[in-house]
């Protein structure tokens, strides 16, 4: 069965850092792109970011490029969003997601990220 | 980026009705193009993706269709449990889109 469970979110201050998991299992990780995907409360879905399966090619939305750094470790099937500078505006359950092709297949259940002071 | 424009954004209907949500893309997308259900409190689930491949395990009263910028998702017989908020994304292009979501509440 595959399994994407996420991790690492919590009340932070603005300015403050966080660093999102997301342990895998059930299928050939190191196969697959994955994304983080966002949504702030009762709003809609937002696209964070990705990595590909060899981890040498990243792509960030442009809310969130060079305050956050996608990065996963394919020996222990985890993806990471390491969220540096956070602000009131990345307050949000976040997402992890796999990827084919033609979207995303799996999910994992979320974990609330809350950005204020 | 692409701009995904959903419609429309709430509606009321019955059980057994038919409906449909509409989405709309800035520019060509070539059928990229998914369809997610999202029920409160929990992740989107892929229903459609390619425009019209129903995913597996997804009950056939849920279609797609369209092509260019222009994408329909159409329940045919809405049930008790597709009381709920939908989203199309295209992936065409990064970064993927979601369009604003369409919430169908009971009539």
């Known amino acids: 069965e595959v399994q994407l469970v996420e991790s690492g979110g919590g009340l932070v201050q603005p300015g403050g850092s966080l660093r999102l998991s997301c342990a895998t299992s059930?299928?050939?990780?190191?196969?697959?792109?994955m994304h983080w995907v966002r949504q702030a409360p009762g709003k809609g879905l937002e696209w964070v970011s990705r990595?590909?399966?060899?981890?040498?090619?990243?792509n960030y939305a442009d809310s969130v490029e060079g305050r956050f750094t996608i990065s996963r470790d394919n020996a222990k099937n985890i993806l990471y969003l390491q969220m540096n500078s956070l602000r009131a505006e990345d307050t949000a359950v976040y997402y992890c997601?796999?990827?084919?092709?033609?979207?995303?297949?799996?999910w994992g259940q979320g974990t609330l990220v809350t950005v204020s002071s | 980026d692409i701009q995904m424009t959903q419609s429309p954004s709430s509606l009321s209907a019955s059980v057994g009705d038919r409906v449909t949500i509409t989405c709309r893309a800035s520019?060509?997308?070539?059928?990229?193009l998914a369809w997610y259900q999202q029920k409160p409190g929990k992740a989107p689930k892929l229903l459609l993706y390619?425009?019209?491949r129903l995913e597996s395990g997804v009950p056939s009263r849920f279609s797609g269709s369209g092509s260019g910028t222009d994408y329909t998702l159409t329940i045919s017989s809405l049930q008790p449990e597709d009381f709920t908020t939908y989203y199309c994304q295209q992936y065409y292009s990064i970064p993927w889109t979601f369009g604003q979501g369409t919430k169908v509440e009971i009539k």
């Open positions: 390619a425009t019209s």
């Open positions: 990595i590909n399966n060899d981890e040498y090619y990243t």
């Open positions: 059930g299928f050939s990780f190191s196969n697959y792109w």
């Open positions: 997601a796999r990827a084919r092709p033609s979207g995303y297949d799996y």
């Open positions: 520019q060509d997308l070539s059928n990229s």
